[in-house]
């Protein structure tokens, strides 16, 4: 979980128990979780490098054994952040499930926007054309 990044906000009863909302939540109530996540997420140095840099939390949590095809699950995950800041950098939309994938795309992008879509339990992000 990343709430080590919410010690003094109340994230309520819709990031109770893991880095997935509660279908409760709608897109306003997102929005202001995710303004908050903007202020508390420093951006990394290298931003145009695709690497990414994660928290040991989601680190550990990914260093796991190998996938059926010889990557590790934090090469596979890299991938996927990789994937997707290549498609919203290049002015497309793409989609997220988890509050740690979020906070990851913000460090590369701190004009991410990121849409709660309740519905489809997911996030639709892409780059803020305001900036």
């Not at 109770?16 to 995710?34: A, G, L, V």
């Not at 796991?64 to 002015?91: A, M, P, W």
């Not at 989609?95 to 489809?120: M, W």
Request: glycine share 4%.
């Amino acid at each position: 979980m990343t709430h080590h990044l919410f010690k003094d906000v109340d994230l309520g009863i819709y990031f109770s128990d893991s880095d997935i909302p509660d279908i409760r939540m709608n897109d306003r109530e997102w929005q202001h979780y995710f303004s908050i996540i903007k202020t508390k997420v420093k951006p990394v140095q290298t931003r145009n490098r695709m690497e990414i840099a994660m928290a040991p939390l989601v680190a550990r949590q990914f260093s796991g054994g190998l996938t059926s095809d010889h990557e590790t699950q934090y090469e596979r995950y890299c991938k996927y952040i990789n994937s997707v800041l290549s498609c919203i950098r290049k002015g497309g939309e793409d989609y997220c499930y988890f509050l740690y994938q979020i906070i990851d795309l913000v460090k590369f992008e701190p004009t991410l926007s990121a849409k709660y879509l309740p519905e489809e339990e997911c996030f639709k992000v892409t780059l803020d054309k305001r900036s």
